[in-house]
């Protein structure tokens, strides 16, 4: 029985321990440069999918908590320089709405010190950091390290950050990088990430959606005014030459190949610096400069100029043209590109604007390229190939104009995506979410009523009828624009998730016109210690004040271990306790308690204690909370959340849960709950 009892214990154990996540592996090691002078390396292993933060800070101290270095005995040593970095990247997150300074799969750190004390035998840093992954975040833990400035130094013990901690000593902390110096995702690391299989596959994923949309690109400008005549006339002359049909073929691949050519030159940038086009993304004076070009273009399309190449250049290639054989048909084919420039030009443009705004850089802009060049000159391949298609094909008319103003609407709306990018990282706050909502909906909304003959244009016809086509295409137009509407007021916008500003970035994130409740607004009048959270839900941040007031109301409690810097803690309050359903609920049937583990307020020196879980020494209000979390659920991710009665015990048959963006799931696990406290 007893090894029954034993073997039954290692395996409960077993189960209990493999719950607490410990995605990161820290090692360290030392570089002499001279007597006096170390550099010290600390390297860290992330499994993949987990993120570990930077020492750089986020706009306003805000995001994920940063990484700290504290350095112990000081008097005999000097930190020189900042504490350099490899292997960290910028990425902006919507939940933050600011760019967030990371790592994945690998983190490296570098110190230079100086020796005051030559006799020194090691030097006691503890790390301090967060780590998080898609679904969950871990509490800010420390993580000891010990640097060997001599190899055949005895072993250190365990405790000694502990034992610095109680003598009284105060760290040094580590100076890390400037914000401004971390380049945006898609940088080398120096290490080759350990899901670079998966990368690989992510990349040639967004490649083909790049092509793909590029594609439909080259398709659309087909059916305008500058290329749209183009065709009958280019495959007329080469039905009519020996081999034209070949001549056909290589007259729509030289097309292609004339784009293509277009994105080589940019890969110079990329030999100059890999970052050139991660910088292009993010640069504010840039993304207005394609806000004024945008503009420009669309006007164009509205027909108030054209925008053309000089003459002189178009005579001389299509002089070229005469040469014959191979060479001739490639200049025909350049002859079109120069001539469509004012139709293709625009569009050109919105594909380098988009492709400039992601993470490809020349290989995005080559895939990009390639697929407008395939989708504007495969089909006159097709067409020598098989002329009879030519029947099928509609008139030119005024239809063709119709295309081309509807294009200028849409450069006209994407032409604010780049300006609100620029306001976004300056932090102007000219174009908040309301604005740039109510400008979609103005720009859609002109689109429908043209589309409806509503709108007159230079170039559009007196009594131009409208088609069936493009009827139905203003009606798609108009409903769009009244989906946009409710934003104005706060509404999600899923459709469009990732174009305009995030709500918190806007004049009301409650919506226009309300604002959160306070103390002395609320309808509910506040207990004592109780503070109003997220959507004015009465909570509690203490686990024994939220007890107390629950036996008071006599009802359940929700712990909710949560995280200042939690993304999926954010995304659960914003999508899935703001449901009406769940929101009922969290403010009539139970009592909630926040409990943040990340919460730097530090312990009363005599409430500080070494855990009994994780021996680690438990100073702050956040290791208080984490630790609770550990050592009762076995689980130390966030958000986490338990049930439980007045006294503090777990509701039988109720099981505890993550992160779960599923509302009816939440609200099921939810009505069980209360349903058995009762």
Not at 35 to 46: F, G, K, R
Not at 257 to 276: A, K, N
Not at 600 to 623: F, M
């Amino acid at each position: 029985m007893r090894k029954l009892f034993i073997a039954l214990t290692a395996l409960i154990s077993l189960q209990l321990t493999a719950q607490v996540e410990d995605p990161t592996d820290w090692t360290t090691s030392v570089e002499k440069i001279s007597d006096t002078e170390y550099i010290l390396i600390t390297e860290a292993n992330i499994e993949p999918g987990w993120h570990v933060y930077s020492q750089a800070k986020g706009e306003k101290d805000e995001g994920p908590v940063a990484t700290e270095f504290n350095f112990f005995g000081t008097e005999d040593f000097e930190l020189v320089g900042i504490n350099k970095e490899t292997g960290t990247y910028a990425e902006y997150v919507e939940i933050w709405g600011m760019d967030v300074y990371q790592f994945a799969n690998f983190a490296r750190f570098e110190q230079k010190i100086v020796l005051n004390n030559p006799d020194i035998k090691y030097i006691a840093v503890e790390a301090y950091f967060m780590v998080c992954d898609d679904t969950q975040c871990l509490p800010p833990s420390p993580e000891s390290l010990i640097f060997k400035l001599d190899e055949n130094v005895d072993v250190v013990p365990d405790d000694i950050i502990n034992a610095f901690y109680d003598a009284g000593e105060e760290p040094i902390k580590a100076t890390g990088p400037e914000a401004s110096s971390i380049k945006k995702k898609g940088d080398k690391h120096e290490k080759k990430d350990v899901d670079s299989d998966e990368g690989d596959e992510e990349e040639n994923k967004s490649l083909w959606t790049i092509f793909l949309g590029c594609l439909i690109a080259g398709i659309l400008t087909l059916a305008t005014p500058c290329v749209f005549p183009m065709i009958p006339m280019t495959v007329s002359f080469f039905t009519k030459q020996a081999g034209g049909k070949l001549q056909g073929i290589l007259y729509g691949v030289f097309i292609l190949l004339i784009y293509v050519l277009f994105s080589l030159p940019f890969h110079l940038f990329e030999s100059v610096s890999p970052d050139i086009f991660n910088e292009f993304s993010t640069n504010p004076w840039l993304n207005i400069f394609f806000f004024v070009v945008f503009i420009i273009f669309a006007i164009s399309f509205f027909g108030a100029f054209e925008i053309t190449m000089p003459n002189s250049l178009i005579n001389k290639v299509d002089k070229a043209s005469n040469v014959g054989g191979l060479i001739g048909v490639f200049f025909m084919a350049l002859t079109l590109v120069l001539v469509s420039f004012s139709c293709t030009g625009p569009v050109i443009g919105a594909v380098l604007g988009s492709v400039l705004s992601t993470d490809g850089g020349a290989t995005a802009l080559t895939a990009g390229m390639a697929g407008f060049g395939f989708g504007l000159g495969i089909p006159f391949a097709l067409f020598a190939i098989f002329p009879s298609w030519m029947n099928s094909l509609p008139k030119s008319g005024g239809w063709l104009n119709t295309v081309k103003v509807f294009l200028g609407f849409l450069e006209l709306a994407f032409a604010f995506k780049f300006l609100s990018n620029a306001d976004l990282v300056m932090q102007w706050h000219w174009i908040e979410r309301e604005i740039f909502i109510a400008i979609w909906v103005a720009v859609f909304g002109a689109l429908a009523l043209y589309l409806f003959g509503k709108i007159k244009l230079p170039h559009d016809g007196p009594d131009q009828n409208i088609s069936v086509g493009r009827m139905l295409l203003g009606l798609c137009s108009l409903v769009f624009s009244l989906y946009l509407l409710p934003g104005i007021w706060g509404a999600p916008l899923k459709l469009i998730s990732g174009f305009p500003p995030p709500s918190t970035y806007s004049e009301s994130p409650y919506g226009v016109g309300y604002k959160k409740a306070s103390g002395a607004t609320a309808a509910v009048e506040l207990p004592e210690h109780a503070h109003f959270a997220v959507h004015d839900i009465v909570a509690f941040d203490d686990y024994e004040e939220g007890l107390a007031y629950a036996k008071k109301v006599k009802k359940p409690v929700l712990i909710d271990f949560t995280g200042w810097a939690c993304v999926n803690c954010r995304k659960m309050e914003e999508r899935v306790w703001a449901e009406p359903q769940i929101l009922s609920i969290l403010k009539r049937d139970i009592v909630l308690v926040s409990l943040y583990v990340d919460e730097k307020k530090a312990l009363p020196k005599e409430d500080q204690y070494t855990s009994d879980v994780t021996q680690k020494r438990i100073r702050s209000v956040g290791n208080k909370w984490s630790d609770l979390q550990i050592s009762r659920y076995q689980v130390n991710a966030q958000p986490y959340y338990a049930l439980v009665d007045e006294n503090g015990n777990d509701l039988k048959g109720v099981e505890q849960i993550g992160y779960t963006p599923d509302v009816g799931e939440y609200e099921k696990w939810l009505k069980e709950g209360v349903k058995k406290y009762k």
